[in-house]
C-alpha cells in the first residue's frame, strides 16, 4: 500500500506542476513524422511487455481533472485548430475536426494521433471508449473525427495530448458530411478508407454483413447492415437488413436497438417470425421478462420450430418465476458458477419484503422492511447490474488526484463497463443514476435524457466508488486460504460488482442482514427475526480490521459508525490499538510468511512467535478491561490452530478452535460472522471426530446447520459441498 501511496503522492505534484501550464501553448510541437515514431516505439514497447510476461503488462492511468460531457449538437459547437489549443484545459463550446494517420495502440486507453485540416498533428488517448470491442476497429487510421470540447492536457511524459474520457464526447463523421464537405484539408482530399462501401449494393452489404456476423465481428455486421439500411434500397431488401442487424446488435447486448429494428419490421409485416423472435430476446437481455413472455407466446403460435419456442418459452417462466417468488434452484446455480472464472448467471433478480425510504439527513436513503421476516429469509437475490473480474481487466492502476482514491484492476474498470453498458441500453439509466454518488452531486441532475444518449464518466465512477462490492466466492463460507486473510486493503485481486438495490443498504459493523455470492448473484439473507420497518443494515468493510482501517474504508461516505464494536475500539486509547495492529502487522509479515512458504518446517519456533502475538493482543484487551469482540485475535488463532494440526497437538488445536467460537459468540443471539468462523467450526468438527469425541461433534454440526440459513443457498449445502470430501475421507462424518 505504501507504494502506491507514494506514487499517489508524485502524480498529484505532477499535477500541480502542470498547472503552471494552464491556459499556455506548449512551447514546441511535435512534427508529423516524431509522432508516428513516437508512437511506434510506444507499440513496440507494449507488443515486447505483453510477450515478455505472457500477459497483458502493469499499466497505470492518471485522471487529474473531472469535467463534464458536451451535452451540445456538434452544430453547435465552433471549431478550433489544434494549433489554437492551450494546456490543462477543456475548451468549452468548441470541436477539433480531425482524421487520424495511425493505427491506435492501447495499454489502458487507446492512443492515436491525429491531423487537422490545417495539417497540425497532436497525440490522442481515448478512455472509456469502445472497451466491449477491438480498438483498432474502433478507431482504425484514415477516419474523420470531431472531438466535441476538447481537453488538452500535459502528459506523464512531460509533452502534450489531446485526452477524452467521455466517449460520446467523440463524433464519428463520413466524409460525404456537410461539417467534413466544406472544409479543405492541407494533407489533400480527405477521402475515407471506407469509400468503396458506397458502391455496394443492397445484395452485397448484406452478404459482407453476413460475413462479418459468421466471424464473430459483430460490430463490423452491425456497421455493415447499417450503410445497407442508410442506402437508397427496397423495402424488402431493408426488411432484411434490420433483421440482420438486430441479429448482430443482440450480440454485443445493444437490446434497445435490436427492439427498435424489430419494430420497424413489425411495422410493415407484422407476423414476421424472425422479428418476433428477437424482439423477446431483447426483452428478455433487458430483463422485461413480462413482455419477453408475450412476444415468445406470440412467437411460438407462427414458429416453425416449436421445440425452440417451447425452450425459450420454459426459460423466461423460469426467470419470472425466479422474479415474483424469491425461489431459486441453488444446486443449479451453484454448479453454473462454479463452471467459469467470469460467471454471469441466467436468472433474475427477486427483490423481496423491502422498500427503498428516506432514513435521515445524515444517512440519507436506506432500505426498510415492509413485512416481519425470520432469520435466514430471502430479502435480496441481486443479479449485478455490472461485474468485472480481475482477468478480464490485466493489471492496472487507476489513479484520481482530484479525490486522491486509487483503484486496481477489476474495481478500476467496473466503470468504464458500466458506461459501455448505459450507451448499448439508455434506459438503463435512470435507475442507475438514482444511486448515491456523494454530497457533491446531490443537487445536480446527470444528463441522461440527451439524443443521442450522453453518460458522464465521472458520475459513473463516483457512483461506483461509493456503492461497488467486491465479489468473492461467498462471504460466509469461503474457500479461505491465508494467503488472502492477510491481505487487507482495496487494491485486491477480486471481481467488482454494481447491484442496485444492495446499494440502498446502509452500513454498520454488526449488521442485521449478511450478503453472499453465487457468481454474478448477491444473496441478502436476514440475520435475525426482524420485525417491519427495520432498516436493513450491513458491513461496507472486513469487521477483522482495527477501527483505524475501518473508518478508512468508510470515510469517503461521510459518516461515523456507531455500532457496539466502534463505540467499543473508540473507548480504547489509540495507543492500545497501535500495540494490537502492530502485533497483527509483525505476526502477518514475519512469522505466517514463513509458516505459508514452509507448513512443517520449524513449526515449535512458528508455534511460539504466533503464541507470543496472542498473548500481546490479549495482554492490550486486558488493558482496557474489554471482554467482548477481541476479534483481532481470530486470524492469529486460526494459524495457531494449524499449526498445532500441522504438529499433530489434536488437544490444543481443539482449545484454539474453541476460542475461536466463543469470540464470535457461536450459537448465540449476539453471534458475530467473520471469514474465521466456518473454518474454524470444520476443523473442530473434524478434531471431535478423529479423538473419538463423536457427539460433540455431531451437536457442533447440527449447530452450525442451523445457523448456515443466513448463507446463500438458507441451508447447509455449500458448506457440505466445501467440506465433504475432507470430513468422508478423514472420518466418513457426512451420510
Known amino acids: 500500500m505504501a507504494d502506491f501511496t507514494e506514487f499517489l503522492s508524485r502524480a498529484i505534484q505532477n499535477v500541480e506542476n502542470a498547472r503552471t501550464m494552464k491556459g499556455k501553448k506548449p512551447p514546441v510541437r511535435a512534427s508529423k513524422e516524431n509522432l508516428v515514431a513516437l508512437h511506434q516505439q510506444v507499440l513496440l514497447k507494449h507488443t515486447k511487455d505483453n510477450q515478455t510476461t505472457g500477459q497483458l503488462a502493469i499499466h497505470q492511468t492518471i485522471t487529474t481533472l473531472t469535467y463534464p460531457p458536451c451535452t451540445e449538437p456538434l452544430s453547435s459547437l465552433q471549431r478550433i485548430s489544434l494549433s489554437d489549443l492551450v494546456l490543462e484545459t477543456v475548451h468549452h463550446g468548441k470541436f477539433v475536426l480531425c482524421k487520424t494517420f495511425v493505427e491506435p495502440d492501447k495499454a489502458v486507453g487507446i492512443n492515436t494521433a491525429v491531423e487537422d485540416p490545417e495539417g497540425n498533428v497532436d497525440m490522442l488517448s481515448l478512455y472509456n471508449f469502445a472497451i466491449d470491442r477491438d480498438h483498432s476497429n474502433a478507431i482504425p487510421a484514415g477516419i474523420v473525427i470531431a472531438i466535441k470540447e476538447p481537453y488538452y492536457k500535459i502528459t506523464a511524459g512531460g509533452g502534450a495530448s489531446l485526452r477524452c474520457d467521455h466517449p460520446t464526447n467523440i463524433v464519428h463523421l463520413d466524409v ?9 484539408w492541407k494533407s489533400g482530399t480527405c477521402n475515407s478508407a471506407d469509400d468503396k462501401q458506397k458502391t455496394l449494393s443492397s445484395e452485397e452489404y448484406k452478404l459482407e454483413g453476413n460475413a462479418f456476423f459468421k466471424q464473430g465481428k459483430y ?13 437508397n434500397l427496397s423495402s424488402s431488401n431493408v426488411v432484411t437488413l434490420r433483421l440482420n442487424r438486430a441479429a448482430a446488435l443482440l450480440k454485443v447486448e445493444r437490446y434497445e436497438a435490436a427492439l427498435d429494428d424489430c419494430r420497424q419490421v413489425l411495422e410493415c409485416d407484422v407476423g414476421n417470425e424472425k422479428a418476433i423472435f428477437r424482439s423477446a430476446k431483447a426483452f428478455y437481455g433487458l430483463e422485461e421478462y413480462e413482455q419477453a413472455l408475450v ?8 414458429a416453425a420450430n416449436k421445440d425452440e419456442a417451447h425452450r425459450e418459452l420454459k426459460n423466461i417462466r423460469d426467470r419470472l418465476f425466479e422474479k415474483q417468488r424469491g425461489i431459486y434452484d441453488w444446486n443449479v446455480m451453484i454448479a453454473e458458477a462454479k463452471k467459469s472464472a467470469t460467471p454471469r448467471l441466467d436468472h433474475a433478480s427477486y427483490v423481496g419484503p423491502v422498500r427503498v425510504a428516506n432514513i435521515s439527513n445524515e444517512k440519507g436513503r436506506g432500505l426498510i422492511l415492509t413485512q416481519n421476516v425470520c432469520k435466514g429469509e430471502l430479502l435480496l437475490c441481486s443479479k449485478a447490474f455490472e461485474i468485472c ?27 468504464s463497463k458500466i458506461v459501455q453498458k448505459l450507451l448499448n441500453n439508455p434506459s438503463l439509466a435512470k435507475p442507475f443514476f438514482d444511486l448515491y454518488a456523494g454530497q457533491h452531486r446531490l443537487a445536480k441532475i446527470p444528463p441522461t435524457t440527451s439524443t443521442p444518449p450522453v453518460v458522464d464518466v465521472f458520475w459513473v465512477a463516483d457512483i461506483c466508488s461509493m456503492n461497488s462490492f467486491e465479489v468473492t466466492d461467498s462471504d460466509l463460507n469461503p474457500r479461505e486460504d491465508e494467503r488472502n486473510a492477510f491481505r487487507y486493503n482495496h487494491l485486491t485481486d477480486s471481481a467488482s460488482g454494481l447491484f442496485l438495490m444492495p446499494s440502498y443498504i446502509n452500513h454498520t459493523c454488526l449488521g442485521n442482514c449478511i ?38 474504508t468508510i470515510a469517503k461516505h461521510g459518516f461515523t459508525c456507531d455500532c457496539k464494536l466502534c463505540v467499543l475500539d473508540r473507548a480504547e486509547s489509540k495507543d492500545m490499538r497501535m500495540r494490537r495492529q502492530t502485533a497483527f502487522q509483525m505476526f502477518s509479515s514475519q512469522t505466517f510468511t514463513k509458516f505459508k512458504n514452509d507448513p512443517s518446517g520449524q513449526l515449535e ?11 500481546t493482543i490479549e495482554n492490550t484487551y486486558e488493558d482496557s478491561n474489554r471482554k467482548e469482540f477481541q476479534i483481532s ?18 488437544e490444543k488445536s481443539i482449545r484454539t478452535w474453541k476460542k475461536i467460537l466463543k469470540i464470535h459468540e457461536f450459537g448465540t443471539k449476539n453471534a458475530i460472522w467473520t471469514v474465521c468462523l466456518i473454518p474454524a467450526i470444520a476443523e473442530l468438527c473434524l478434531m471431535y471426530y478423529m479423538t473419538a469425541q463423536t457427539k460433540l461433534g455431531q451437536l457442533l454440526l447440527e449447530k452450525l446447520r442451523a445457523e448456515l440459513t443466513v448463507t446463500a443457498a438458507g441451508d447447509d449445502r455449500i458448506f457440505l459441498v466445501e467440506h465433504r470430501e475432507v470430513f468422508e475421507r478423514s472420518c466418513n462424518f457426512f451420510p
Request: aromatic share 6%; hydrophobic share 40%; with cysteine.
Open 176 to 184: 460525404e458530411d456537410p461539417i467534413v464537405r466544406q472544409i479543405t
Open 219 to 231: 460490430h463490423n455486421a452491425i456497421t455493415t447492415y447499417t450503410r445497407g439500411v442508410a442506402s
Open 295 to 302: 412476444k415468445m407466446q406470440l412467437y411460438s403460435k407462427v
Open 389 to 415: 473480474y480481475p482477468t478480464e481487466t490485466g493489471t492496472v492502476i487507476y489513479i484520481n488526484t482530484e479525490t486522491k482514491l486509487t483503484d486496481k484492476g477489476a474495481q478500476g474498470m467496473l466503470a
Open 515 to 552: 450478503r453472499s455470492f453465487v457468481g454474478d448473484m448477491m444473496i441478502v439473507r436476514a440475520l435475525d427475526d426482524l420485525p417491519a420497518g427495520t432498516e436493513l443494515l450491513m458491513s461496507y468493510t472486513d469487521i477483522l480490521l482495527e477501527l483505524e482501517d475501518r473508518q478508512s
Open 605 to 615: 519456533e512458528r508455534i511460539n512467535e504466533t503464541l507470543s502475538v496472542i498473548n
Open 633 to 650: 485475535l481470530c486470524l492469529p488463532l486460526k494459524v495457531l490452530g494449524t499449526m498445532y494440526v500441522a504438529s499433530g497437538n489434536t
